[in-house]
T-cell receptor
Framework: EAGVTQFPSHSVIEKGQTVTLRCDPISGHDNLYWYRRVMGKEIKFLLHFVKESKQDESGMPNNRFLAERTGGTYSTLKVQPAELEDSGVYFC?????????????FGPGTRLTVL | EDQVTQSPEALRLQEGESSSLNCSYTVSGLRGLFWYRQDPGKGPEFLFTLYSAGEEKEKERLKATLTKKESFLHITAPKPEDSATYLCAVQVHTDKLIFGTGTRLQVFP
């Protein structure tokens, strides 16, 4: 069974540019989560989708971040315009619907560097 | 505020030298505590879930235990391939995970 995949693995952009990160969850997993780890800090929650609906977006830092999950499959996280403090590693995780608490399986992450 | 603290930040062990990693938490209503392993450049890899005080789980050289205030990850006779960052996370009111900063473990031959 394929795990959670994320694209790209690395992205280097300049301040003010736009970047879109993509996450493909494990097939059949209706829960999809985005997390972020900035340098020297712990991994922090950004938001949670159940199928195509946003269940919890309390961790989104500001309105420069836009997450979508059209059709309830893959998800994208767009940062527009990017700022220096957005640099970090963005992780996506997924879990099946129904059991709670349930194990979240993580992707390899996208390392974003904003210059 | 819900909080997770891991100690030590870093741990260096000789191969075969057993030790324990600590994860203490201050939360209002624990639904589950999770241990993950993370290798450099990779995402967190699931190890264990603990749900209630007194619960224990084992996998190869690793054993996780849970009390009402903390969890321990015991590593018995570690090998160099056990070198990684070990992350603790809790799930409280919602499905989101609240992580600690991790313990970076290095095991030398």
């Amino acid at each position: 069974e394929a795990g959670v995949t994320q694209f790209p693995s690395h992205s280097v952009i300049e301040k003010g540019q736009t970047v879109t990160l993509r996450c493909d969850p494990i097939s059949g997993h209706d829960n999809l989560y985005w997390y972020r780890r900035v340098m020297g800090k712990e991994i922090k929650f950004l938001l949670h989708f159940v199928k195509e609906s946003k269940q919890d977006e309390s961790g989104m830092p500001n309105n420069r971040f836009l997450a979508e999950r059209t059709g309830g499959t893959y998800s994208t996280l767009k940062v527009q315009p990017a700022e220096l403090e957005d640099s970090g590693v963005y992780f996506c995780a997924s879990s099946p619907l129904g059991r709670s608490p349930d194990t979240q399986y993580f992707g390899p992450g996208t390392r974003l560097t904003v210059l | 505020e819900d909080q997770v603290t891991q100690s030590p930040e870093a741990l260096r062990l000789q191969e075969g030298e057993s030790s324990s990693l600590n994860c203490s938490y201050t939360v209002s209503g624990l639904r589950g505590l999770f241990w993950y392993r993370q290798d450099p450049g990779k995402g967190p890899e699931f190890l264990f879930t603990l749900y209630s005080a007194g619960e224990e789980k084992e996998k190869e050289r690793l054993k996780a235990t849970l009390t009402k205030k903390e969890s321990f990850l015991h590593i018995t006779a570690p090998k160099p391939e056990d070198s990684a960052t070990y992350l603790c996370a809790v799930q409280v009111h919602t499905d989101k995970l609240i992580f600690g900063t991790g313990t970076r473990l290095q095991v030398f031959p």
